[in-house]
């Protein structure tokens, strides 16, 4: 069974739970995609844990973090990303992110730029990909399909039918903790919440792009897509490789997985984050 141990911290007058292991004196941060939360990593964390202290954590109102009322946006996100870290890690670190959570670490950047010792981009897709012209009609469909499985996962049984693709994909105990802390009613309501933020918050990244990283860029793209959706994956791989190439020091690479990288590959994600570490400059090197 899954036993990790971990705390609240207090973000903008909200609580998130994060949960610390490994060892060593490096740091690195996961960000999840929608939907999920610090579970995610559970495939990736025991191949890091003798190299660097490791930090995971559920977003406000997925997970173990408190629930939220509010909407929040991507902004407000990056900003709780930001005052956790400001609150957990004392120095430079690695920062790993999903899907989703892309977006989430691209603007909270913006303020963690000079912390940042590497970016590790797990198959996130650029603002500027065409699926996202006509996004805001997808969310409204997409958020019609959620309200039915937030009335379903009411049932134990109906959850586990439509969860099947985490279950076949994750570790059985991480799968249990999922099952029970995210397909449940709340955590779909939340879902839904945070699938409207990346709506809303297309035109502003489109109109507004974060700044680029200036620290080493690794973006992993999942090479094998849903099925009847290789067109599409096809042109968000094209795009994913395009911002890739504005980057002062970025690297595009696929991988030979679904979507969930971190859960089907996770031997090449530590690696890429140990890359990542070992690339870094010397974090205990003098300042100029």
């Not at 509010?70 to 430079?92: K, N, T, W, Y």
């Not at 991480?174 to 918050?201: C, H, N, S, W």
């Not at 971190?262 to 870094?280: K, Y």
Request: net charge positive; proline share 7%; with cysteine.
């Amino acid at each position: 069974m899954r036993e990790a141990v971990g705390r609240a911290v207090q973000v903008d007058g909200r609580s998130v739970y994060v949960e610390e292991s490994g060892r060593g004196p490096d740091w690195v941060v996961f960000e999840a995609g929608g939907g999920l939360g610090r579970t995610c990593w559970d495939p990736v964390l025991p191949r890091l844990a003798d190299r660097a202290r490791l930090v995971a954590y559920d977003r406000a109102g997925f997970g173990r973090s408190g629930r939220t009322a509010a909407h929040l946006g991507i902004d407000d996100m990056a900003a709780d990303l930001v005052a956790m870290v400001e609150a957990v890690v004392p120095g430079p670190f690695v920062l790993v992110a999903h899907s989703m959570g892309g977006l989430v670490a691209r603007r909270a950047m913006e303020s963690l730029r000079p912390r940042l010792r590497g970016l590790l981009l797990l198959d996130p897709t650029p603002e500027r990909a065409p699926v996202y012209d006509t996004f805001d009609r997808t969310a409204r469909k997409v958020d019609r399909a959620m309200g039915v499985t937030q009335a379903l996962v009411r049932s134990r049984s109906l959850a586990r039918m439509v969860s099947g693709n985490i279950r076949r994909v994750f570790p059985a105990d991480t799968y249990a903790a999922m099952l029970a802390e995210d397909f449940v009613p709340a955590g779909i309501a939340q879902t839904r919440k945070e699938f409207k933020a990346v709506a809303a918050a297309i035109p502003q990244l489109r109109a507004d792009p974060p700044v680029l990283p200036s620290c080493p860029t690794v973006l992993l793209s999942a090479s094998r897509p849903v099925k009847g959706r290789e067109q599409q994956h096809a042109v968000i791989a094209e795009h994913q490789r395009r911002w890739v190439e504005t980057l002062p020091d970025g690297r595009f690479e696929e991988a030979a997985s679904g979507h969930f990288i971190q859960a089907e590959r996770p031997g090449i994600v530590a690696d890429r984050v140990g890359d990542l570490l070992d690339r870094a400059p010397d974090r205990h090197a003098p300042s100029a």
